[in-house]
């Protein structure tokens, strides 16, 4: 912190003042813009997922201009959700913040309460079983240890949060090298399914495979999603790469032969090489 930089009450207090500055835009919004008065819960549905998403491609990107901007457009749509749901009586954000802020008070007794500091992996474990009863408390009835994943969210990102979750009560291996031995297991059964021409048992064991893959990146500490979205952005450039080049010369992907494509795709990996050994390269002192 520079000594220009306000103390961490007066920033909450700057947070606050402007917190209910958006609140307030928010109301006018509402009684003012066309578009606004027409929204509901459910067509503000797409603008929340794709606000989701933009944060990630900020993040991919590593550009922090971009990323407050990212998060003040998905607030946005926590603000305009919650502005809702006050109009119909049943809450508002201060209900929200006060939630989740109570919420994390109660899963951190380490932190606000008495008891020793665990490590990570026991913060964790805590965690989850002040949630189980947190759900039983509620009346949930046989709560597991697998709730709380959203089904919607993405296949990657829901197999990897689901291992987590069956770990954290001992359902795991032991090992790394494990976890890696069942991939090649789960190659060799869908090599098999595959010999038998089934679509319905290929299905299966191609999905055995990449949630095996999916338990891998867990144990690597790589996220899988983040892991496939960096190469879908490579494979992006590359191919861009590709069309640019071939246009150049008055061709393109579909009238290449594939030694000429092949050729193109390394170039393009050791011109992406060559960028990150630049990028990493220390300038002058």
Not at 24 to 47: K, V
Request: glycine fraction near 8%; charged fraction near 30%; proline fraction near 5%.
């Amino acid at each position: 912190m520079s000594p220009s930089d306000p103390v961490p009450e007066e920033r909450d207090l700057a947070a606050g003042r402007e917190l209910a500055r958006l609140l307030a835009i928010m109301r006018l919004l509402r009684s003012g813009c066309p578009w606004d008065r027409a929204q509901d819960l459910r067509s503000l549905r797409p603008y929340l997922v794709e606000e989701t998403f933009e944060v990630l491609d900020a993040l991919d990107a590593n550009d922090l201009g971009q990323l407050r901007e990212e998060l003040g457009d998905l607030l946005f749509q926590i603000v305009f959700q919650s502005h809702l749901t006050a109009e119909r009586g049943a809450f508002g954000m201060g209900d929200v913040a006060r939630g989740i802020a109570d919420k994390l008070i109660s899963r951190h007794p380490h932190v606000f309460g008495e008891g020793e500091t665990p490590d990570a992996e026991t913060a964790l474990r805590n965690w989850a079983a002040l949630k189980k009863i947190e759900r039983q408390r509620k009346g949930e009835a046989n709560p597991s240890a697998l709730d709380g994943v959203p089904r919607d969210a993405p296949a990657l990102l829901r197999a990897e949060r689901l291992g987590e979750k069956a770990a954290r009560t001992g359902f795991d291996w032991t090992a790394v090298a494990q976890v890696r031995a069942k991939v090649d297991e789960e190659l060799g059964e869908l090599d098999a399914a595959m010999a038998t021409g089934d679509r319905r048992r290929v299905e299966e064991e191609l999905g055995d495979l990449l949630f095996t893959l999916c338990n891998l990146a867990r144990w690597l500490q790589t996220p899988a999603e983040d892991a496939l979205r960096g190469a879908i952005a490579r494979f992006d450039r590359r191919f861009r790469h590709i069309e640019a080049r071939l246009a150049a010369e008055g061709s393109s992907p579909d009238r290449a032969s594939a030694a000429e494509l092949q050729a193109l795709w390394d170039e393009a990996k050791r011109i992406e090489q060559n960028e990150t050994s630049a990028a990493e390269r220390p300038g002058p002192a």
